[in-house]
T-cell receptor, first 115, second 111 residues
Framework: GAGVSQTPSNKVTEKGKYVELRCDPISGHTALYWYRQSLGQGPEFLIY????????DSGLPNDRFFAVRPEGSVSTLKIQRTERGDSAVYLC?????????????FGEGSWLTVV | QKEVEQNSGPLSVPEGAIASLNCTYS??????FFWYRQYSGKSPELIMSIYSNGDKEDGRFTAQLNKASQYVSLLIRDSQPSDSATYLCAVKGGSARQLTFGSGTQLTVLP
């Protein structure tokens, strides 16, 4: 596609429920990133994929968070047993190669509210 | 100490003035530096990247990098009300492929 696409754009869920957020990167981009942004803060790194593998998952806050990218394109961020503190904008981004000179392009985000 | 530090602002400048945004970073092996603009409720949009010491100009925007001082800045000349947004400084360091962001500086350009 023309840009990074994320669905849903908005999600309201009850505390304790399971949530999946989907990201479709720019066509041909091998690197895919997930970030989380809270109000008044910059995006916080969660996980980085190079192809199908998670090259760096050091930003995942705990084992309730998991992400997959089975075919090296679309990725799903999965949050189990959601908590109110998980409420944030979840941003997906992609870049063509994942090297230091690459430009990282962001999607419009999935706004998650846990009530 | 946060890895990437920015003054949170808000910073207000009159239309037509120069807006100066500053950023410091703690990781000396950082190699790539980026400025993103984020309008309220929207995603970050890349406006400048810089990799070498010195200045890089693109239209009304100039990025400045001083690796010895671990300092990056963004100048916006002839500021317009449409420049009003949060500006995020981001750094890519060493072997890391992801960006580390500052908390952003909120800029308001007054007409």
């Amino acid at each position: 596609g023309a840009g990074v696409s994320q669905t849903p754009s908005n999600k309201v869920t009850e505390k304790g429920k399971y949530v999946e957020l989907r990201c479709d990167p720019i066509s041909g981009h091998t690197a895919l990133y997930w970030y989380r942004q809270s109000l008044g803060q910059g995006p916080e790194f969660l996980i980085y994929f190079q192809g199908t593998g998670a090259a760096d998952d050091s930003g995942l806050p705990n084992d309730r968070f998991f992400a997959v990218r089975p075919e090296g394109s679309v990725s799903t961020l999965k949050i189990q047993r959601t908590e109110r503190g998980d409420s944030a904008v979840y941003l997906c981004a992609s870049s063509s190669r994942g090297d230091r000179l690459d430009t990282i392009y962001f999607g419009e985000g999935s706004w998650l509210t846990v009530v | 100490q946060k890895e990437v530090e920015q003054n949170s602002g808000p910073l207000s400048v009159p239309e037509g003035a120069i807006a100066s945004l500053n950023c410091t970073y703690s990781d000396r092996v950082s190699q790539s530096f980026f400025w993103y603009r984020q309008y309220s409720g929207k995603s970050p949009e890349l406006i400048m990247s810089i990799y070498s010491n010195g200045d890089k100009e693109d239209g009304r925007f100039t990025a400045q990098l001083n690796k010895a001082s671990q300092y990056v800045s963004l100048l916006i000349r002839d500021s317009q009300p449409s420049d009003s947004a949060t500006y995020l400084c981001a750094v890519k360091g060493g072997s890391a492929r992801q960006l580390t962001f500052g908390s952003g500086t909120q800029l308001t350009v007054l007409p």
